[in-house]
């Protein structure tokens, strides 16, 4: 599939990834790039990596569908996350009311998975960012900062099991724990908030755990678990000593920069094995 593609759309989140992404796949000889770009959540550098982006609020669903078929997009991924309270708090157009009204269940798995669903009637197919964004992905071991004590290997294979149960029942993808007891879980808030609330728990000494993963059937198309510098910073500012990844099924963005900042910081970063029955992620 990325061997053969001449253009590919991006719906476009927050942060860095959407611009990684940008990068990766001109340099993998996509010729043309058009972006949806979200205000206030897009980053504006964005538009000097790509030939075409249209601006949207979070919601016009017509206008997106709209702005890769009028350009004859057929292919598009979708990178960077949407504030979850900007997922819910939109003025939806009435082609995503109708989409809403559909769901009895309203989470950004079964409303992303949707989206999916509208673009195919309209013909354009949401494939995997992942075959452009594979230097990103950790292998298993320790990556940065200082090496984990015997305590807190403890805690992140518990955090590792607390975070799969939660990822299961679609609350969250991210646990803080310290000394076997989980201090908080990540639900509507998003990660750093769960980051902050649960280093914060583990008292003026910190030394809390935290661990992301992926879903047992993760859908890779609209959701990849990140880590970035930002992440970093709030686990240093709110004494969480230890963060752990799966290894094979996430991202971790701005890699230097995360391990000059791990080994500042004396954060130990770490990328976990996934479970025997989930093996490492690879881009259909």
């Known amino acids: 599939m990325t061997q053969t593609l001449d253009t590919l759309g991006i719906i476009a989140g927050n942060r860095q990834l959407p611009l990684v992404l940008a990068r990766e796949a001109r340099a993998a000889g996509i010729r043309r790039l058009v972006a949806v770009a979200f205000e206030g959540e897009t980053q504006p550098a964005l538009a000097e990596l790509v030939d075409e982006v249209e601006w949207l609020r979070v919601g016009q669903l017509g206008k997106m ?4 078929t009028r350009r004859g997009v057929r292919h598009c991924v979708m990178v960077g996350q949407i504030a979850p309270k900007n997922l819910f708090d939109l003025r939806p157009d009435w082609r ?3 989409l809403l009204m559909r769901l009895k269940e309203k989470n950004a798995h079964t409303i992303f998975g949707a ?10 197919q949401l494939i995997e960012a992942t075959p452009w964004l594979q230097s990103l992905i950790p292998q298993p071991g320790h990556i940065a900062g200082p090496e984990v004590s015997a305590t807190q290997a403890g805690d992140v294979a518990f955090g590792h099991r607390m ?12 646990v803080v724990v310290k000394g076997g007891t989980v201090l908080a879980v ?8 769960c980051l902050a609330r649960g280093g914060d728990l583990a008292g003026k000494d910190g030394g809390a755990v935290a661990v992301k993963v992926a879903k047992a059937h993760h859908d890779f198309r609209f959701d990849i ?9 709030v686990c240093a500012a709110h004494g969480v000593a230890v963060l752990a990844v799966e290894a094979g099924r996430s991202l971790l963005l701005e890699r230097a920069e995360m391990e000059a900042l ?10 976990v094995p996934p479970p025997a029955g989930n093996p490492p992620h690879k881009a259909g």
């Open 65 to 68: 569908l709209e702005a890769f």
């Open 96 to 98: 995503a009311m109708t």
């Open 115 to 124: 989206i999916a669903e509208e673009l195919a009637r309209e013909g354009v």
């Open 225 to 233: 678990p990140c880590a970035g510098p930002q992440t970093l910073e």
């Open 262 to 271: 791990a080994a500042r910081r004396k954060i130990s970063l770490m990328a």
């Open 163 to 174: 975070a799969r149960e939660i990822a299961r029942l679609d609350i969250g993808q991210t």
């Open 186 to 193: 990540e639900g509507f808030e998003g990660t750093d908030a």
